[in-house]
T-cell receptor, first 115, second 113 residues
């Protein structure tokens, strides 16, 4: 099973709202990722968690706040977003074995629209 | 049909023909490469990967070729089907930054009936 699930599938929010995106995997993977993808563009890395610790933050604005409550769950908390933040937000996971590059498996994404 | 990846982002092929999608990668130190398929409204789906100690790897109806000399990667799809219509991304990675993938710009494959 290589399934990563994400909820909600679609989200519409105003610029003053607070919302959260959720991601879950049960493959025993120890690295989890958030990506942002604009239309007709490749995914852009936002955050990486390894063994539940934030290991990479690609200079993402503080209105995006990641959280990794446990090894299976990854959240992305959203607050005071801008219309240009509208995009497909993708979660991914990988095994994260030391010294081995491994495949990242993606979820279906959350389509976010900021009004 | 054949596509030059970053410079020609669309490729149209007849159903039943073979497709070749190309990708020029940027980092000569990259040693792990992945092809993803992304259908409209969905997340990227892993298709096949290859490590730099190989120059060819085959899967079911797909073959990936790696030419490290010219930093070129290709994905060949045999007997292309309507369900193969999607955007295809190559991604590269090097062991010094194992969690960071660098994606190509993608190629839109359209299968014509």
């Amino acid at each position: 099973d290589t399934e990563v699930t994400q909820t909600p599938k679609h989200l519409v929010m105003g610029m003053t709202n607070k919302k959260s995106l959720k991601c879950e995997q049960h493959m025993g993977h120890r690295a989890m990722y958030w990506y942002k993808q604009k239309a007709k563009k490749p995914p852009e890395l936002m955050f990486v968690y390894s063994y539940e610790k934030l290991s990479i933050n690609e200079s993402v604005p503080s209105r995006f706040s990641p959280e990794c409550p446990n090894s299976s769950l990854l959240n992305l908390h959203l607050h005071a977003l801008q219309p240009e933040d509208s995009a497909l937000y993708l979660c991914a996971s990988s095994q994260d074995q030391t010294g081995v590059q491994d495949t990242q498996y993606f979820g279906p994404g959350t389509r976010l629209t900021v009004l | 049909g054949e596509n030059v990846g970053l410079h020609l982002p669309t490729l149209s092929v007849q159903e039943g023909d073979n497709s070749i999608i190309n990708c020029a990668y940027s980092n000569s130190a990259s040693d792990y490469f992945i092809w993803y398929k992304q259908e409209s409204g969905k997340g990227p789906q892993f298709i096949i990967d290859i490590r730099s100690n190989m120059d060819k790897r085959q899967g079911q109806r797909v073959t990936v070729l790696l030419n490290k000399t010219v930093k070129h990667l290709s994905l060949q799809i045999a007997a292309t089907q309507p369900g193969d219509s999607a955007v295809y991304f190559c991604a590269e990675n090097y062991s010094g930054s194992a969690r960071q993938l660098t994606f190509g710009s993608g190629t839109q494959l359209t299968v014509l009936p």
